[in-house]
């Protein structure tokens, strides 16, 4: 019994002794150290040759490259522009465009056609209202646009485009019969983009401005219906 | 190596094949070497592409089939893959996934990626922010030139938030003539950040007049100009903003009088 009791006793000794050495760090918070070893370590350092590599960690720098900003769209298009009075003749010109948000665009167009004869001229005989010159119209406007419907066109099977309806608005200038006069537009347009760089548009617009060629001043309306292909830059 | 000091025939075979296996292995190795250097090679290839590399750090990335809100999304990145950027459309980045799969990501997706660092992916917002601080500016004007209609668009370009140089050309169409103008000048914008903010300008221009066929004196004639005017800008949203401006112009004539032109204008402007 003896024997049996000083065995636990012994063996629960045991057990806490080593508990016991850790009660230090209990209250210091930090790990137990034998300071012979920091002075061992002390001692180390000041017979130590000085470090000859210094670790270097320095971060890892990234340059980033500029990014390509593809807003601006120039074309060229073809179409038939109705002159009031004057008959429907072959238009054509130029246009540039900036996308600013996915919804609105500036565009700036300028275009030209000829004239024909009133009816009043077919029907006079020799009476000619304006010259060669004064024939030609030249017109060119700054308008805004919205686009809306964003969807997509499907050519078969295997090749879808994105495409867009859009609306434009704008004023600008008319030369026509020797005077220029301050030309309000409107219009719808329908874009394809088949890729990245090439659209494909039709576009229907209408030019008013007032005339008193014939007479009396009215307002004009000039409508233009035309194809166009731009180029995304 | 019982081989290498043998010297019957077959032995001289094996040598040779020995040898083959050398310069075939040596050929690996060259092989390898090249690959390596082709590896080593790849990120300056990549660098001369010159397309950046960013990271998704949401739970995915959605890819639209155009760039707009109204296309749809038809393919998704998962978290931790890479994209490279491709060129950006108004609001929308073209992108290229690991894959090959092009598609186009919104602004607001894009600001949630990270560079090879670890840090943000930033760009230039189209926001109020922007407003107080861009380098260009573009819009159109309508207005009056001397009581004449006026088509004007401009330009600018901003040396810091206060201070810029602009340009502007016109086409006034009056009673009497017609015309185009074109000026150069500085503008110096007071309390840019603010939503309301005004700048006064100053500058030299060109006019040509074109008087109307009718009159007496019909000759086309073109004269210099100064300027000095303010006028007020009004941020509107995202990159738009409403201009609107007054310029006091001189023409001086080559006869006894110069002439002064009255310039009133109301546009529709953005900056990028």
Known sequence: METRLRILLLSAVLAALPGCATVRSWFHHRPPSSTESQNDDQAQDENAPPRVIEPEVARRKITVPKIRSRNVEMGLYYGELSIEDFGSHPVYGVTAAYH??????????????????????????????????ERRFTYYDLSLGYNFLPGEAFLGRGVAMTSAFYLLGGIGGTDFAGDTKFTVNFGAGYRVVPSDWLALHITVQDRVFQSSLLGTAKLTNNLEARIGATVFF | MARSTSTTPSTQRYRSTELLTAWSTRARHGALAGLALLTLLAPAVGSARGYLQLFVTQPYLELHTGPGRGYPVFHVVPRDASIDVLFRRTDWFKVRTEQGVEGWASQGDMQKLVLADGTRFKFDLGDRAGFTSHRYEMGIFAGQYGGATLISAFGSVSFNTQLALEGSVGNYLGKFSNGVTG??????????????????????????????????????????????????????????????????????TKRNENEDADEWKLGFAFFF
């Open chain 1, 100 to 133: 600013i948000t996915e919804d609105f665009f500036f565009e700036a167009e300028l275009g030209r056609s000829k004239a024909g004869r009133t009816s009043f001229e077919t029907l006079g005989g020799n009476i000619q209202l304006l010259t060669e010159d």
């Open chain 2, 183 to 252: 000026d150069v000048g500085f503008a110096h914008v007071f309390a840019p950040e603010a939503r309301w903010s005004p700048f006064l300008t100053i500058g030299l221009g060109l006019v040509h007049i074109e008087p109307k066929a009718t009159l007496v004196q019909a000759a086309d004639r073109t004269e210099q100009t100064a300027y000095v005017g303010g006028g007020v800008r009004y941020y509107l949203t995202r990159r738009f903003f409403l201009r609107a401006e007054y310029k006091a112009h001189y023409i001086f």
